[in-house]
């Protein structure tokens, strides 16, 4: 085979990966245009169809259905590892979320809290599964494993990209309000229009998957034989669910003090491991040195459909040339940013080959970049004294972010790999989701902070999540050359 026929065919990927990015393309769909709408209708007026909570009600909610989210994730990788098998855990998962959204649809109080806990069930069994098929699509050691995680990566992102323009405009804007008074619906409702739409992109992932479903031949097929102990099941499914259930009992008033979990599991792994003379168990102490930077890093950066998301509404000069631009627009700026700049990371990162910076070093840099995003925030806030600021704010703020989110979230993803022992990476995997669970948690304690209404505590509120990521960077470059010692020989 020539030099150029080998490129070609080891360019060409595995078919099901044209699936797997379309399905997970329009799930993303749905949970992003969902979640771009989810705050602003928690926090509008009950007169305008919303739910008329506070601030901080709505920050609390928002962080305990996205951290459920991920936290699901772990029992929705273990069941489908022992039981249902991968193909079938995206399957139901996708129906569940569908019925999710759909339940969201109808303009009920009731249905608005099934509808969050069907998507939060559904996805937990949906997400881990399909990335799993990603990487079953490759034999062992495959070359083409990476680049097909990275385009697997943009149909999230191209998901996440389209949805709120659509369900923005289904739900803000005056154009659909004005055709659903035409056809004799009542505007008040269009929020539920835009949960709709979230649910019409699940139904179509499914239906793809399903039309697609022999293209996978064995990959995520059900257990050999299913090897459910009823021992480990109940250690998985009683520990994430006893851990969800701790979390939300935390915004109990006297049971403040069970957050602090969030801090204690990975402060006690590191202790634990660190000490270990082995080297698979140094590596461990590794991964949850990475599981507080990356907690620490959601935690902040989830803020884009909280505190962000009520900064674009309520704050920014949302009319460019004569046009109101839905707020929820402004949540497609984070994708689109990812779409243009990771085959940039993707291209300056083969250059660099063996010269590329390690991953201690690379956290370093996404935190520094999601800090100054905050920091960028403070003469935005000061701004507000004087009216509605320009969009530019947020357009700098997504890009900086996404800068810092290149930085560190497929860096970490690919870091656990190395890290983990090859029997254990499914479960560090999940170690990995329940740091993003852990940081939406946090995000939605951080989010209640927020005010619009004062200039000066919404800078000290911009300037606290500045000093977060920066000290976290900071303890991290501290920490960075014994961090080195524990990886061993992964960079
Ligand atoms: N945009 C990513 C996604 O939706 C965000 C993410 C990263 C979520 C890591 C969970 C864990 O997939």
């Known amino acids: 085979m020539t030099t150029a026929q080998l490129t070609r065919s080891e360019a060409r990927h595995p078919d099901g990966l044209a699936t797997l990015f379309m399905v997970e393309l329009w799930e993303r769909f749905s949970y992003y245009g969902m979640r771009a709408l989810l705050v602003l209708f928690m926090v509008a007026p009950v007169a305008s169809g919303g739910l008329g909570f506070g601030t901080a009600e709505a920050a609390l909610l928002y962080g305990n259905y996205t951290m459920a989210v991920y936290l699901l994730s772990i029992p929705g990788g273990y069941t489908a590892d022992h039981l249902l098998g991968a193909r079938r855990s995206v399957m139901m998962g996708g129906l569940v979320i569908a019925c999710g959204h759909f339940a969201m649809a109808v303009p009920n109080d009731a249905s608005f809290y099934v509808g969050l806990v069907l998507i939060a069930l559904g996805t937990g069994l949906f997400k881990p599964n399909i990335s799993a098929m990603v990487g079953g699509l490759y034999p062992p050691g495959d070359a083409r494993r990476d680049a097909g995680f990275s385009i697997f990566y943009m149909g999230i992102n191209i998901g996440g990209l389209a949805a709120p323009f659509v369900t923005g405009f289904l739900a803000q804007s005056a154009i659909f309000k004005s055709w659903l008074v035409a056809w004799g619906f009542d505007p008040v409702h269009s929020w539920h229009w835009g949960f709709a739409a979230a649910g019409v992109g699940m139904t179509l992932s499914i239906g793809l998957f399903y039309l697609r479903l022999a293209q996978f031949g064995s990959v995520g097929g059900p257990p050999s034989q299913p090897s459910l102990s009823v021992r480990s099941a109940i250690t998985v499914v009683g520990g994430s669910g006893g851990l969800l259930a701790a979390l939300l009992a935390s915004d109990q008033p006297g049971l403040e003090w069970l957050r602090y979990v969030v801090v204690a599991i990975p402060v006690i792994a590191i202790a634990l491991f660190a000490r270990r003379e082995d080297l698979e168990q140094r590596r461990m102490a590794a991964v949850f040195v990475f599981f507080i930077a990356a907690m620490i890093f959601w935690a902040a950066f989830e803020q884009a459909g909280l505190s962000i998301a009520l900064f674009a509404d309520q704050l920014t000069n949302n009319h460019v040339l004569g046009f109101h631009v839905p707020s929820a627009w402004y949540q497609s700026l984070n994708p689109m940013f ?143 050359p014994w961090l080195k010692r524990l990886m061993g020989d992964v960079r």
């Open 338 to 480: 990812v779409i243009l700049l990771a085959p940039l990371f993707a291209v300056v990162w083969s250059r660099l080959g063996q010269r590329q910076p390690s991953t201690p070093v690379k956290f370093v840099l996404g935190l520094f970049f999601l800090s100054l995003s905050f920091l960028l925030m403070v003469p935005a806030a000061q701004a507000t004294l004087s009216g509605r600021v320009s969009p530019l704010w947020l357009v700098g703020l997504f890009l900086l972010q996404t800068i810092g989110e290149l930085f560190l979230s497929p860096v970490g993803l690919s870091a656990m790999t190395k890290l983990a022992p090859a029997r254990m990476v499914g479960i560090i995997l999940g170690i990995w989701f329940l740091a993003a669970a852990f940081g939406n948690k946090l995000a939605g304690l951080l989010g209640a902070g927020f005010a619009s209404g004062d200039a000066g505590t919404l800078s000290s509120f911009f300037l606290s999540l500045f000093g977060l990521t920066a000290a976290t960077a900071l303890g991290l470059v501290a920490l960075t």
